[in-house]
């Protein structure tokens, strides 16, 4: 159950910083906001991962 909710928190704060990010898609930084909020919903992945291999 712990990682569930780890990946629900990670997936949340991730597509939070995406739709930050595309709501300020004109300025710099809401490019880059977008570009974190992918990478966070990346590191889902390795962070199951981690769990299957680790």
Do not use: D, H, P
Not at 12 to 18: D, N
């Amino acid at each position: 159950m712990y990682e569930l909710n780890v990946t629900l928190f990670i997936l949340i704060a991730a597509f939070v910083t995406m739709t930050v990010g595309f709501a300020a898609r004109e300025k710099n930084w809401g490019a880059a906001l977008i570009g974190v909020g992918i990478v966070g919903v990346l590191s889902v992945v390795g962070y199951k991962m981690y769990i299957t291999f680790g």
